[in-house]
């Protein structure tokens, strides 16, 4: 869920570090299907992605930087130092992510916002959040990767966006020159610290707190006994000129 750093309540970091606290990751595995098509998540980069490195500070206690339960009283006390209580918020979704809205207005509510779900149709949603000119406070997106590199993750959805994007994919409008220079850094490294480096990143858009990020998709796949080698690809997931059947 993007966040819109440039408009209240979420131009307050600790309001977006709030939502992250207090979002059950668990709740919302459970609404897009249950464990066998997603798992919670708190970064950008993927789990087993290259660049990926375990971080989650937005959770009750430590597990090897993954994600255990929500911290709902620290969130409230953010809620609280920022003044922001009772601040309107309209939580923008698409169509088939009604139940997730849904869960994150109900959230909102408890933290003591006065918020309510729009929900677009899929064409005009996407227009609406990718143009330039685009007032929405919180929503929906999704992203899959274009090719095998953490790049594709961080920097099109963090990366300062330019006059030159029509329709920037940059919907929490996040433009921090930390994170810029950890993208730098990374974009320069040789390949075998490159990995390294995109990690540090995604750990500065985490500390961000631009975006919520709930869940990894997961991919089924089911196959006949007579199947075998059956190869997974991170991107492509199935690899079906290494199959063979009986």
């Known amino acids: 869920m993007f966040l819109n750093t440039l408009r209240p309540p979420f131009d307050d970091v600790r309001v ?23 798992a919670p998540a708190c970064q950008t980069i993927p789990a087993a992605f290259p660049g990926f490195s375990p971080y989650c500070p ?7 930087g993954g994600w255990i339960a929500p911290d709902l009283a620290r969130a409230r006390r953010l809620i609280a130092e920022s003044g922001t209580a009772g601040a309107t918020v309209v939580v923008e979704v698409p169509e088939w992510h009604r139940p997730v809205g849904a869960y994150f207005v109900s959230l909102l509510h408890d933290l003591g916002f006065r918020a309510r779900l729009h929900v677009v149709g899929v064409d005009e949603y996407f227009e609406g959040i990718f143009s330039p000119d ?32 029509r329709h920037p994919e940059n919907t929490s409008r996040l433009c ?11 974009q ?10 995109w990690a540090v ?22 196959v006949s006994k007579r199947v075998g080698n059956v190869t997974h690809h991170p991107q492509f997931t199935t690899v079906l000129d290494r199959m063979w059947v009986r």
């Open 16 to 38: 977006r570090r709030a939502v992250n606290f207090a979002t059950d990751r668990a709740e919302l595995v459970e609404r897009v299907g249950g464990p066998e098509v997603a």
């Open 188 to 197: 320069s490294s040789a390949p075998d610290d490159a990995a390294a480096a």
């Open 58 to 64: 937005y959770t009750v206690g430590r597990a090897r």
């Open 201 to 222: 990143a995604d750990r500065r858009i985490v500390e961000t707190a631009a975006a919520v990020p709930y869940v990894d998709g997961r991919t089924a796949v089911f």
């Open 176 to 186: 921090s020159e930390r994170v810029m220079t950890a993208i730098r850094r990374a």
């Open 134 to 165: 685009s007032r929405a406070q919180m929503g929906w997106a999704g992203w899959v990767a274009d090719y095998i590199s953490a790049a594709t993750f961080v920097e099109p959805l963090f990366g300062c966006p330019t006059r030159a994007d």
